[in-house]
């Protein structure tokens, strides 16, 4: 018996002064790796400029000073004859001008769609560009502040009458000569010209 107790005597101080569990290995469920990220605090690697990364918001940039829409008080609009006076056989080609006459710039629809070319004698109107037009079109551009534009191709008048009703016909009226004079008016966007341009027919 007595030996039996010295042996359990022993083991007891044996574990008390060597303590074996305290070199036991941590769980590695509360270790994190050293190239993690969020345990070293490093930061990812570098997205390319101007991307934007998942979950980020981007930023909306600053709108510049979009021009708004030409007004009557903003712009001029002129009609133009390429002569004053057209001998017989000669067929009058007709514009229209165009100027910002403002400080700021400023946008509008020059497109046939928006134009429209009268021509008058007197009180009665003989053509108007409107009455047979086919395709037409819409072409919005910004005029800056002092700008002058024209009409790239003219319109040319066969010195006929128009209507909505003799568009196909090859038999339509045709306007006096002898030295009749014959106004053209013009608008485009829904701004109408404030004067005429004059001419003759010999």
Known sequence: MLFVLVVVIAAVVFVVIAQPWRGAPQSSSSLSPVDSPAATGAASPSAPPGAVTPGAAASTPTPGGTP???TANEVTVDPVVDQTSYASGQNPKLSIKLTNTSGVDCTINV?????VFTITSGSDTWWR???CQTDPSDQVVTLTAGQSVQSASPLTWDRTRSSVDTCNSTSRPRAGAGGATYHLSV???GIPSTQTASFQLN
């Open 187 to 189: 608008s485009i966007g």
């Open 68 to 70: 708004g829409a030409c």
């Open 129 to 131: 560009s409107t009455d």
């Open 111 to 115: 497109g046939s769609a928006q134009q």
